[in-house]
């Protein structure tokens, strides 16, 4: 078996309450047309109160490992900036609650990059032979950290998992994990983040003021760094697979703001058609959004065993990342909502 890391699974899933840009409007002071020229964002669903990342991550990694065709796995990586409890990670308890055993299981902290980062962290254990699969997962719940009056972050985010099954081969398969750049700029942590319950906020003794506890953004800078690290990002790891851009098939970027899309595929001077897009029924699903997007375009047809595919993500923190592959031969996929899971691909019979 060979050291390289191949996708071999694919699954994701949505939590059922539907928010509309209409219901949104009925309690903000915003508007459907606002939030869809502004965001392409039409709908985003959202937990239910008791529901958590944690319930979302195990469903999406169930369905991950159904479509790989096993139910075994040596590890589980789950990228989350809104774990079930601050401490411990959410992952061992994701594990267990697969069946899984006594298998290392850790979260990766990368906020919207985490699922780049949460690859990149997998195909290292299976290079090190300390794992033949692992379940990479990523999944948050947003909804939980926003400031119910803030109309900014609530147009833009909406909860979801996606997972994918990683397994041990040899970098000419399809699906192995080619092309690899990641980044950071802590100098900019400022632009977005929950100022309080860290150690740093604490540790000035003062109670935590109920707005210090959610999640804020400056929306105009992000959007600006988000555009450049990611084409950086995709740049960096095109040339390292010894790829051009245009060969490049299609381009699963995470899934912030259209206009994002839009402004990268400009950037790179690339179609935009070759971006897949699922933002508009999901928003911002964070850590889920790359994974879930994935699987948008597996169950739509728009993702083809064979294509190069490009993934890329960037966040808080600031983090980004990108990663290359072929689009290998999956199990059944199925759609994410679990309302409509009748709805799947097959590869193989396409
Ligand atoms: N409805 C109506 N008006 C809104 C609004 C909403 N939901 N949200 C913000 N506005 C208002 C602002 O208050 C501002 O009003 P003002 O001019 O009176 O001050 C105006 O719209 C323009 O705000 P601005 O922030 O310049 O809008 P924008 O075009 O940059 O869009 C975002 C805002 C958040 C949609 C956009 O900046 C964005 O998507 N940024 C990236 C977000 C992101 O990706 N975050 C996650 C990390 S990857």
């Given at each position: 078996m060979g050291s390289a890391a191949i996708v071999a699974g694919l699954g994701a899933c949505v939590p059922l309450t539907v928010v509309t840009n209409h219901d949104l409007a009925a309690r903000l002071d915003t508007d459907d047309e606002w939030i869809r020229t502004r965001t392409g964002i039409r709908q985003r669903q959202v937990v239910a109160p008791g529901e958590a990342t944690g319930d979302l991550a195990v469903e999406a990694a169930r369905r991950a490992l159904a479509s790989a065709g096993?139910?075994?796995?040596d590890a589980v990586v789950l990228a989350t900036s809104?774990?079930?409890?601050?401490?411990?990670?959410t992952a061992p308890h994701v594990a267990s609650r697969l069946g899984l055993g006594n298998v290392p299981a850790f979260d990766v902290a990368a906020v919207c990059a985490g699922f780049v980062y949460a690859l990149a962290t997998a195909s290292g254990l299976i290079a090190m032979r300390a794992a033949d699969r692992v379940v990479v997962i990523g999944a948050d719940t947003f909804s939980t950290i926003l400031?119910?009056?803030?109309?900014t972050t609530g147009a833009v985010f909406g909860d979801g998992a996606g997972a994918v099954v990683l397994r041990a081969g040899?970098?000419?398969?399809?699906?192995a994990l080619l092309g690899l750049s990641l980044g950071s700029d802590g100098?900019?942590?400022?632009?977005?983040?929950?100022?309080?319950?860290?150690s740093r906020q604490r540790s000035t003794g003062l109670p935590i003021k109920e707005e210090e506890t959610y999640f804020g953004m400056q929306g105009q800078a992000v959007f600006t760094q988000a555009v450049r690290r990611m084409s950086a990002s995709v740049q960096e790891t095109v040339a390292r697979c010894g790829w051009?851009?245009?060969?490049?098939?299609r381009f699963v970027l995470h899934q912030a703001n259209a206009r994002i899309l839009v402004a990268v595929a400009r950037k790179l001077d690339v179609?935009?058609?070759?971006f897949v897009t699922?933002?508009?029924?999901?928003?911002?699903?964070?850590?889920a959004s790359v994974p879930l997007a994935l699987v948008d375009g597996a169950v739509s047809g728009d993702l083809d065993p064979g294509h190069r595919v490009v993934l890329a993500s960037f966040g808080g923190g600031l983090a980004w990342g990108s990663v290359a592959l072929v689009w290998p031969r999956l199990g059944t996929v199925q759609a994410p909502a679990l309302t409509d899971a009748a709805e799947s691909y097959q590869s193989g019979a396409r």
């Open positions: 096993t139910d075994t796995a809104t774990p079930d409890r601050l401490c411990p990670a400031d119910p009056d803030d109309r040899t970098d000419d398969e399809p699906g100098s900019r942590s400022d632009l977005m983040g929950i100022p309080g319950g860290g051009r851009l245009a060969d490049v098939d179609p935009v058609e070759r699922d933002i508009e029924r999901v928003g911002n699903t964070v850590a």
